[in-house]
């Protein structure tokens, strides 16, 4: 009798395992419990407190507040750029201590380097992210991404040649050929007009859904339409100094998303309402005198 | 277009016309004034034909024009050539690192502002060669103007692109070689062009001192001691044009490695 129930308590316990592995989702970025402050010539200046965010695995979120409310930097903890003062990063179960090509960045102003065609900016990336392989898997893979964004056609041209959006599609191309878990992207649209960014949100997620959602996204924004489009969940940062976590406002649209209707979805509009609701204190001038 | 083009070139090559007949205006008034102890634009013209004939005789008593003025330029070359050998990386070493900043400048601040006269004696000195001791003396000139910029370029060096080198992980070499030294190619560059005009404003000076085959030495020892000013007015017009030469090449080297960002 005894034995059976060990039995029974044992398999309970397995099948508890397995299905939690199955139900769990795997964690990718884990912030836990930090600050960071820096050091400036009128005293020091903290610019996130206390921040604790879990992302997981295929995840995509939106770090979204005002301006200088602290979110590029605390993108940078997760990036390795950004060493914080207190706590911990953690992405892919390492902890974070440098830039790392498991993290591929793509930085706001695209950050191509001048003097090398659109094909060098990418394999000069590659070659330096992936030591390992050959130079013919080298080549492979810069042109492979520089076909997925649509600009094999202008891999000779030098950035300047370039306009906006290519160059973000560049910058995108770049990220993606380290084949990075992480993809962080530092308000990435920011710079491009309301057309060339829609096409670019559309342009992102078909590249996400390529390699089977499998890439964790963390982005910053200060887009609200963008961050809904795009994301599972978005981060909301009150306003710094010491700017902390707001709230996280999750986004249960189905994928894939249309950006045409989404906008009529009645949940749609309530997240939108929401984030107004936490991003923004006044909705008109007053009247009163 | 074409048209466009060609009447632009048409006006400007009038232009140029324009001052060139102004300036002679002025040497042919200068010559009258001085009542032909300044020789005038014509007499000077027949002696400058005169000294172009033979450009490249080499007798050990008679050299031409065109001989004098290539080991002239050989010696800046090799001056120039070396100096930037050095100018070149200290400089990149000196932008790049604060350390090496605070060493080094206080160095090159003090040793900047002296006239490169004053190292002729120090070569002669050294070399015991007074051909060696000028190419010594454009070595030194060379170094600061090129070492300042090339400091200049390398401490400039942005943000965004040392964030790329982080987040890509490149190794030094790629640093260097893919970041460092094409951002700094500009300001190296006016460094170096800023060096060439003063080597060969320089060289002249330190022929005249030196003696031996060279511009500076035909201006004294042909023009002032040979008594013959025409000889003299002769050399300054083709120091000038060479010395604008030198420049316009590297003005083309300045616009050929020039990003639009």
Same mark, same amino acid.
């Given at each position: 009798m005894s034995t059976s129930t060990t039995f029974e308590e044992s398999t309970t316990e397995v099948t508890d395992r397995i299905l939690s592995q199955v139900t769990q989702p795997e964690i990718s970025i884990r912030v836990d419990n930090v600050t960071v402050s820096f050091k400036t010539p009128k005293g020091i200046y903290t610019a996130v407190k206390d921040i604790d965010l879990t992302v997981n695995k295929g995840e995509i979120v939106a770090l979204i507040g005002h301006s200088g409310c602290g979110k590029s930097t605390l993108m940078g903890t997760i990036s390795g750029m950004v060493k914080p003062s207190a706590g911990q990063v953690y992405a892919n179960d390492k902890k974070v201590e440098a830039p790392g090509p498991d993290r591929g960045i793509v930085f706001q102003n695209y950050s191509l380097l001048p003097w090398l065609t659109?094909?060098? $900016?990418?394999?000069?990336?590659? =070659? @330096?992210? !992936?030591?390992? !392989? *050959? *130079?013919?898997?080298? $080549?492979? !893979?810069?042109?492979? $991404?520089?076909?997925?964004? $649509?600009?094999?056609?202008?891999?000779?041209?030098?950035?300047? =040649?370039? @306009?906006?959006?290519m160059k973000q599609r560049v910058a995108i191309a770049r990220a993606f050929a380290i084949n990075p878990k992480i993809l962080l992207l530092d308000e990435p649209f920011g710079a491009l007009d309301a057309l060339t960014k829609s096409a670019m949100h559309v342009e992102l997620l078909k590249l996400w859904n390529l390699d089977n959602r499998e890439k964790t996204i963390v982005m910053v924004t200060h887009d609200i339409e963008e961050a809904i489009f795009l994301a599972d969940k978005v981060v909301v940062m009150n306003n710094g100094p010491a700017a902390t976590i707001r709230e996280i406002v999750e986004v249960p649209l189905k994928r894939p998303r249309n950006k045409k209707d989404i906008v009529h979805d009645p949940k749609y509009m309530e997240i939108h309402d929401r984030l107004l609701g936490l991003l923004i204190d006044k909705f008109s001038i007053d009247d009163e005198r | 277009m074409k048209q466009l083009l060609s009447a632009k070139t048409t006006s400007s090559v009038l232009y140029f016309l324009a001052g060139i007949f102004i300036m002679g205006g002025i040497w042919a008034l200068i010559a009258k004034l001085t009542k032909g102890e300044i020789p005038d634009p014509s007499s000077t013209w027949v002696v400058f034909k005169e000294v172009i004939k033979q450009p490249f005789q080499n007798d050990s008593d008679q050299k031409g024009i065109g001989t004098k003025l290539l080991s002239s330029l050989g010696r800046v070359a090799i001056g120039f050539g070396l100096g930037s050998l050095f100018a070149v990386p200290i400089g990149l070493v000196m932008g790049s690192s604060k350390i090496a900043m605070r060493i080094l400048n206080p160095m090159v601040q003090i040793l900047k502002p002296v006239s490169p006269l004053a190292w002729f004696p120090l070569g002669l000195a050294i070399f015991q060669d007074s051909p060696k001791a000028s190419v010594f003396m454009i070595f030194i000139c060379c170094l600061w103007p090129t070492l300042i910029n090339a400091a200049f370029g390398a401490s400039n060096v942005p943000q965004d692109h040392k964030n790329v080198s982080k987040a890509f992980g490149f190794s030094t070499w790629k640093y260097l070689s893919k970041i460092l030294v094409p951002f700094s190619l500009p300001h190296i560059i006016t460094g170096l062009r800023l060096s060439i005009g003063i080597a060969w404003m320089v060289i002249v000076a330190g022929e005249m001192l030196s003696g031996g085959t060279g511009l500076g030495n035909f201006v004294w020892e042909e023009g002032f001691n040979g008594g013959n000013t025409a000889k003299i007015l002769v050399a300054i017009i083709i120091i000038g044009l060479v010395g604008s030469l030198l420049d316009r090449c590297f003005t083309w080297l300045q616009q050929k490695f020039s990003y639009a960002l």
């Open positions: 659109v094909y060098k $900016n990418i394999e000069v990336a590659v =070659q @330096s992210a !992936l030591k390992d !392989l *050959s *130079s013919a898997e080298w $080549n492979k !893979l810069v042109e492979a $991404n520089l076909r997925m964004v $649509n600009l094999w056609e202008h891999k000779d041209k030098l950035p300047g =040649q370039l @306009s906006g959006g | -």
